[in-house]
């Protein structure tokens, strides 16, 4: 199976490397047990779901040591290494697990450095594409200075061992303060066609030719509760996640998507979604969704 780019949604150039990544991405997030702790549930599918992502033309994937933790980089480098000429791993840093399965705040200059090395460990790779720092809560920023963090992964970029620095769960503001210290080439923050709090953000974000990559929190995609969401994927002959997908893609060029799934018959919806495009009516009918 094979798929252009105009299949997976056209591509982003990430500023200012000279990666062009196609918008529709793969997050590993799910491969690992349930509640992101532990080995899968079945080895042999996970390993075939990151394959015919990367057979399929996907080239950006989203990752971190603390999903299992360790476990979805392992799987990333038994299913894929050597890395295909062009593949983009993305990771991230921020968060440790606890014994009990807890996600627990690691920014102090040590737990990054050691998570960058867990990273650069479980991977097999001599440097890190890009390193998202992961800041605030669960789904939403915690406003709070950033620059000792960030100032700690620009010196690892310094030493070679990350080739760019993204952000995640921050603020307009948080952004700023990074951005005085080293370029950000993404964004990664909470955001769907239900919960819009960041449309002006993104809109910053696009003008300043910057990427933005919404995540789905833990808890599901709360959209697809939406009666309106449900009709129009029945008008349009696809699920409610193939929607929520489009409409990500049609509602700005800096988007790219990580959708995560640990079955390859979900990763084809996925990426199918691609090439789902939204007529204005149905855009309009979405766009009423966040204020229900």
Not at 37 to 60: F, M, Q, S, T, Y
Not at 85 to 96: A, D, Q, W
Not at 197 to 221: E, M, N, R
Request: hydrophobic residues 40%; proline residues 7%.
């Amino acid at each position: 199976m094979s798929h252009s780019s105009d299949t997976l949604g056209g591509s982003f150039t990430l500023a200012p490397t000279t990666a062009s990544l196609h918008r529709m991405g793969y997050g590993a997030m799910q491969l690992a047990g349930p509640h992101v702790w532990g080995p899968p549930k079945d080895r042999g599918e996970a390993l075939a779901v990151l394959r015919e992502a990367v057979d399929a033309g996907i080239n950006h994937i989203d990752t971190s040591d603390f999903y299992g933790p360790h476990v979805t980089n392992q799987l990333i480098k038994e299913a894929l290494y050597p890395y295909k000429e062009g593949l983009v791993i993305v990771t991230k840093v921020g968060f440790r697990r606890g014994e009990d399965a807890s996600w627990i705040p690691a920014n102090s200059r040590q737990e990054l450095i050691d998570a960058v090395h867990d990273n650069l460990r479980n991977l097999a790779l001599d440097a890190l594409d890009v390193v998202n720092l992961r800041i605030g809560g669960q789904t939403a920023p915690v406003d709070g200075p950033v620059s000792e963090q960030v100032a700690v992964l620009a010196e690892l970029k310094q030493q070679g061992l990350i080739r760019h620095i993204g952000l995640s769960n921050v603020t307009p503001t948080q952004l700023a303060e990074a951005q005085a210290i080293t370029p950000i080439v993404c964004i990664q923050n909470f955001y769907n066609v239900a919960n819009r709090t960041d449309d002006a953000f993104l809109d910053s974000l696009a003008a300043q030719g910057i990427a933005y990559v919404p995540f789905f929190p833990l808890g599901g995609f709360t959209p697809l509760q939406s009666s309106t969401l449900a009709t129009a994927a029945d008008t349009l002959h696809a699920t409610p996640m193939q929607v929520a997908l489009a409409w990500l893609l049609q509602r700005s060029p800096n988007i790219l998507l990580i959708p995560g799934t640990s079955s390859r018959a979900h990763l084809r919806e996925n990426i199918a979604a691609a090439t789902l495009t939204l007529p204005p009516e149905i855009v309009r009918s979405l766009n009423t969704i966040a204020s229900e």
